[in-house]
């Protein structure tokens, strides 16, 4: 019998998806209406693999290289492949999981669906709450 949290049991449901063809400014735009800090971008066919833009990277690829929204596309600057997580990964095990591979946030996945999204601050706050 299972005892401990899962990763899919601290995760946010909030996925959002957005096309790769689209602006950053639309990413941008989706991501303050969701309130979220991070969209996926699906993979256009069976042999691609999904994306993943993240507000860091608008900053960085387009804030600061002085580029505007507008001329900018979602593909540009996200993270393919994207890096995911196991839904029944031990909870105790993925900060140092993201940690090892130097990443905040990350899509969860079971049965090659993602189910949601963990942050690397949800692991303070659970262990505020505990």
């Known amino acids: ?3 401990f949290k899962k990763a899919k049991d601290i995760a946010s449901d909030k996925l959002f998806y957005i096309d ?3 602006s ?3 990413a941008a735009e989706l991501m303050k209406e969701k309130n ?3 969209l996926l971008i699906q993979k256009r066919n069976n042999a691609d693999a999904n ?3 993240t507000v860091n990277d608008i900053i960085k ?3 600061i290289e002085g580029k505007t929204l507008d001329e900018v596309s979602v593909y540009e600057i996200m993270t393919k492949p994207v890096f995911s997580i196991s839904a029944h990964l031990n909870v105790k095990y993925v900060p140092r999981l993201m940690h090892n591979y130097n990443i905040n946030i990350a899509p969860i ?3 090659g669906k993602y189910i949601g999204i963990i942050d690397y601050t949800q692991f303070l ?4 709450e505990s």
């Open 1 to 3: 019998m299972e005892d």
């Open 20 to 22: 790769g063809l689209a």
């Open 24 to 26: 950053a400014r639309d």
């Open 36 to 38: 979220v800090r991070v």
């Open 51 to 53: 994306g993943i833009v």
């Open 61 to 63: 690829g387009v804030i």
């Open 109 to 111: 996945e079971e049965n």
């Open 125 to 128: 706050f659970t262990k505020l």
